[in-house]
């Protein structure tokens, strides 16, 4: 378990790997308590000196900027703000991402820029702690004014309104607060837009699915390696020797670990009949390459952005400056959410092409891997099953970043729509571990038609752990129930590798 401190450090993917995988508790440290303080403190002085419009304090929202609001009136507004703005649709953000949510909000609001109470950060301490996620929709954000309404979900339980799933039920905010022996949040100036402005909607899911792209990427290369023992593939272009000369660090990576994965390999040192392999096995470092390298790049984008200030305004004390910009603008996230979503579909369309290699009759291997085919249709719709999700894949790889549409009476004419692109690259990591569950179980099955001859060290000990779940196939049989086992374990084993870097 443990507790993680929320500080002014640098929040990387791998401490976030850490503290979701061991189960961390988080606590506010006494710097970060101390900023927040200084900072309310600062902005409650300023309001009682002043009475000129500071937007979003003392002013409307969006189009109604220029509306001023009377002192009375400022907790009525900042509550009304999150109630009107939860205007959340379609299916429930899994759990998982509003724990993402909670922790990524947190970080963003400790810099001391925000004008939040510190009793309102805690409570959403308390919340992460306690396993109290609001209930939050995945439609309704543009990304662009932060993800208003989502973020407006994870508010309403603070105020006792909405509803959060706690221990498998789903209860209302009144509840939760009553069972806990809390009051509602009384939000005062500026901190309901504190909560609803940000990014973190857009982060909790880039942060999600780079934890998973950066481990599937890993599984990629030894999965390749299986189908390149079992489709009787030549070790030549993985020697290190191609890849000095062409030094993209994606590829390097990528060639370094399916060369480990095959050492030892009876079946790669045996001599070949043919001369070259098709680019789905040949290629294979610069395509995962490729894409290792795009999920670095987004990486080092999310790293950036879960450690900065995304409300709006931006309160400075020291410099004695609240102003108003457009940190909460998610286009550095879209982009780089379409980019990853572009890696993600290559490296399932070549997991997918290497599958239908290995079902085609070639180099010893019978068609559709089983015997008496013709009888046996064996692992034909395997790979029809995978051309189909990967087609989806390929769909939603256009970007969703390139959109726009008017909102607020044009006062927010441009959005980045990176909310669409963050659910979408989740569909397609998704998608990403069906497609080499298939491939795995294809090669899996080709190997064993290599036998006396032994594979690797490495690829043997993975194959007889999946095969305590996945069986080999001798004769038709009903493969939806393989096909979900294989998901199973694709998803069980990918968990436990590294975010590090890219090796196993």
């Known amino acids: 378990m443990g507790t993680h401190q929320i500080n002014k450090n640098w929040l990387t993917l791998e401490i976030i790997d850490e503290i979701i995988s061991n189960k961390k508790k988080i606590q506010l440290s006494e710097e970060v308590t101390d900023l927040v303080v200084k900072c309310r403190t600062y902005l409650d002085h300023k309001m009682s000196e002043n009475d000129k419009p500071i937007y979003g304090i003392n002013t409307g929202f969006g189009a109604l900027c220029d509306t001023e609001i009377q002192a009375a009136d400022l907790e009525k507004l900042q509550r009304n703000l999150v109630m009107s703005h939860a205007c959340g649709m379609g299916e429930e953000v899994p759990q998982d991402v509003v724990k993402l949510m909670l922790l990524l909000k947190i970080q963003g609001l400790s810099y001391g820029h925000s004008g939040i109470d ?8 308390d919340f992460y702690n306690n ?3 609001p209930v939050i929709y995945q439609q309704g954000s543009l990304g662009a004014s932060g993800d208003l309404a989502p973020l407006a979900h994870l508010s ?4 006792g309104l909405g509803e959060v799933n706690y221990q498998g039920k789903k209860i209302s905010g009144a509840d939760i607060n009553k069972q806990f022996g809390w009051d509602e949040i009384h939000l005062q100036s500026k901190e309901g837009l504190a909560l609803l402005n940000g990014t973190q909607f857009m982060s909790a899911y880039g942060i999600h699915s780079l934890l998973r792209a950066k481990k599937l990427s890993t599984l990629t290369d030894l999965i390749a390696a299986v189908s390149i023992d079992a489709y009787d593939g030549r070790i030549s272009p993985f020697n290190d020797l191609v890849h000095k000369v062409r030094p993209h660090d994606g590829q390097f990576l990528t060639a370094r670990n399916i060369k480990k994965a095959l050492a030892g390999s009876e079946i790669i040192e045996q001599e070949k009949a043919h001369v070259q392999d098709p680019y789905s096995f040949r290629c294979s470092p610069q395509v995962h390459g ?6 670095t790049h987004v990486q080092s984008v999310f790293e950036k952005e879960i450690n900065s200030v995304t409300d709006n ?3 400075f004390p020291d410099e004695d400056e609240i102003i108003s910009a457009g940190n909460f603008h998610g286009q550095p996230l879209a982009i780089s959410l379409d980019y990853l979503g572009i890696a993600i579909a290559e490296l399932g369309s070549i997991s997918e092409r290497r599958t239908y290699k ?3 009759g070639e180099r010893g291997l019978t068609a559709f891997l089983v015997a008496n085919p013709g009888l046996n249709s064996g692992f034909m719709i395997t790979q029809y099953a995978a051309a189909s999700v990967v087609s989806h894949n390929k769909q939603m790889a256009a970007p969703c970043s390139v959109d726009t549409i008017d909102s607020s009476n044009g006062q ?6 990176g909310a669409n692109a963050a659910t979408k690259v989740f569909r397609m990591i998704d998608n990403l571990e069906k497609i080499i569950s298939i491939e795995i179980l294809n090669a899996a099955q080709g190997l064993e038609f290599r ?5 690797s060290k490495i690829i043997t000990d993975f194959i007889t752990e999946y095969r305590t779940i996945i069986p080999f196939v001798e004769n038709d049989r009903e493969m939806h129930p393989l096909m979900e086992k294989s998901i199973a374990f694709i998803k069980q084993y990918s968990s436990k590798l590294s975010v590090k870097d890219f090796l196993f």
């Not at 510190?118 to 301490?125: D, E, G, I």
């Not at 309403?156 to 105020?159: I, R, S």
């Not at 490729?290 to 999920?295: E, G, H, P, R, V």
């Open 118 to 125: 510190v009793k309102t950060l805690q409570r959403l301490v």
């Open 131 to 133: 396993g109290i996620f």
């Open 156 to 159: 309403l339980p603070l105020l």
């Open 290 to 295: 490729a894409s290792k390298d795009a999920i």
């Open 313 to 315: 305004p931006t309160i």
């Open 358 to 360: 290995l079902i085609g």
């Open 412 to 417: 927010e004419d441009h959005v980045s729509m």
């Open 451 to 455: 036998k006396p001859l032994k594979s």
